[in-house]
């Protein structure tokens, strides 16, 4: 059965981006509106054919609607994808401190197994960086610059070159991702412990230390991922705001044109001859 409120519901649709699933979903938002019915037809059930010409007369203004729930669709997994950015880059936060906690007590099998922890988590936060860098977030210059810091840090700390400090440790960093030469470790190891361990984190000034305090720049307000953020969440209000504007227009003139046609299909079948300017006025 075709009624007013089944066809207004067309206009007042809301497109929502589920973060948890990576899915958009549409959900009939009509149960705030009016379902209103008619003079002309007091249970508001249409006809096939006014539906169709209610359908036609607002095409061109339902292609509005569709445009802005594909920029919210857009603005959304934007939102979300900078959101796993910010999520990321807290648990290698995370991990940095639980670093620094351990690194002046640490011996040597403690330190095996922080730099371990230090390598997954690095390649962890690299691997999803990744990931968004080649779909939702591509081309993103906050992004970028996060994918930036990092390498730049490993390499002020040694790790891109075999005489540095991260290298002679065993730690090296090859196509975004680093690798542990447990022969080089084992002996930086058996060398000097402490200092193996103080180049991950130490006093602020370990390579964790330096990694996490850059990344958590780049995520806070005044940072790129941040204003990214600030950014996106405006966006998608301002056009949340025109389409619930829109929505109302349309769910309105549906309505009208509904009682309208749905007159003129009436007085056709008895055979009367009201002119539109009769139905206005």
Do not use: C, H, W
Request: hydrophobic share 40%; aromatic share 2%.
């Amino acid at each position: 059965m075709i009624t007013i409120s089944s066809l207004a519901a067309t206009y007042s649709s809301a497109v929502t981006y589920n973060a948890a699933t990576g899915t958009t979903s549409t959900t009939d938002a009509s149960a705030s509106n009016t379902t209103a019915s008619t003079t002309a037809n007091p249970s508001g059930q249409l006809s096939a054919a006014v539906a169709a010409k209610v359908t036609q007369a607002l095409a061109p203004a339902t292609a509005g609607i569709k445009q802005l729930n594909t920029s919210l669709t857009q603005g959304q997994t934007k939102l979300s994808a900078l959101g796993q950015v910010q999520s990321a880059i807290a648990d290698f936060q995370t991990l940095a401190k639980t670093l620094g906690s351990s690194s002046t007590t640490a011996t040597s099998a403690d330190v095996t197994k922080n730099v371990k922890s230090f390598v997954t988590a690095y390649n962890a936060l690299n691997t999803k960086l990744a990931s968004l860098q080649s779909g939702d977030l591509k081309t993103d210059p906050g992004l970028a610059q996060v994918s930036a810091q990092m390498t730049q840090t490993l390499r002020d700390a040694g790790g891109t070159s075999s005489t540095g400090a991260l290298s002679k440790a065993g730690i090296s960093l090859s196509g975004g991702q680093l690798t542990i030469d447990s022969t080089k470790l084992t002996a930086a190891l058996s060398a000097n412990p402490s200092a193996v361990a103080g180049l991950l984190s130490g006093n602020g000034n370990g390579v964790a230390d330096r990694l996490s305090s850059k990344l958590g720049a780049l995520t806070s307000t005044g940072g790129a991922i941040g204003r990214e953020t600030s950014a996106a969440t405006r966006d998608i209000s301002a056009t949340e705001t025109k389409r619930a504007t829109l929505t109302k227009t349309l769910t309105a003139q549906a309505t009208a044109l509904a009682a309208l046609y749905t007159q003129q299909e009436q007085a056709g079948a008895s055979g009367g001859a009201t002119s539109l300017f009769d139905m206005m006025g």
